[in-house]
Each structure stands twice: as C-alpha cells, then as structure tokens.
C-alpha cells in the first residue's frame, strides 16, 4: 500500500505564495506521471497540474497556468506545487494523486490522502 501525504497549506494573502508538498510512502511512485487536484467545499475536484514520471513534460488548468509550477524529486518520493501570485478562488484543499492525462489514476495500492487546505484571503 501506499500513503500520500499532502503539506504545506495554509492561509495567506492574495498575491502571495505558498509551496505544496506530497510525499509517498510505501512504495516508489517514480514510474508515474502524478498530479495535483483541489476540492472547493460542496464542489467536484478539479484538475490542478501534472507531470511526467521523468518531469520532462507538465500541464496545467488554465486557472493557474502562469502562476503555479508542478514539480518532483523521486529520489524523495515527493511532488511539489509552487503557487505564486494566489488568488482567493484558489481557496481549496489541494490532493496529489497519480494521473493518466488529466484524471486520477489509483490501484489498489493507492488512494486519496487527506490533503492539504489553502486559504486565501482577499
């Protein structure tokens, strides 16, 4: 099994930065594109950002395309998601997951963590 941890949320200003951190434990998740998603309260989770397992290629949803950059280092079994210039519909608990494309990709070995809450104040 493999557990995901999301860190780094928080509550900041508009215009400022934050940098999310997922890490994996259990096993590698170094074989897989993985992805960022955010959960407005009363809402579906939408499509943050992702990367490829090498981090050779990246997407974004155009609502934060120019400000947030997806990251990774397999060596730590994290993903990253800096966020700059934040704006208040940023406001959502943010997920890390493995993607095919823009859509999350579990196994029986993987599933959602508790992700990590993002506030921005206006």
């Keep these: 099994q493999v557990q995901l941890v999301e860190s780094g949320g928080g509550l900041v200003q ?16 170094s074989s897989y594109a993985m992805g960022w998603f955010r959960q407005v309260s009363g809402k579906e989770r939408e499509f943050v950002a992702a990367i490829s397992w090498t981090g050779g290629n990246t997407d974004y949803a155009d609502s934060v395309k120019g400000r947030f950059t997806i990251s990774r280092d397999n060596a730590k079994n994290t993903v990253y998601l800096q966020m700059n210039s934040l704006k208040p519909e940023d406001t959502a608990v943010y997920y890390c997951a493995p993607v095919m494309g823009r859509q999350p ?18």
Excluded: Y
Aim: glycine share 14%; aromatic share 12%.
């Design 14 to 29: 508009a215009g400022g930065s934050l940098r999310l951190s997922c890490a994996a434990s259990g096993r590698t998740f």
């Design 105 to 122: 990709a579990f196994n029986v070995f993987v599933s959602w963590g508790q992700g990590t809450q993002v506030t921005v104040s206006s």
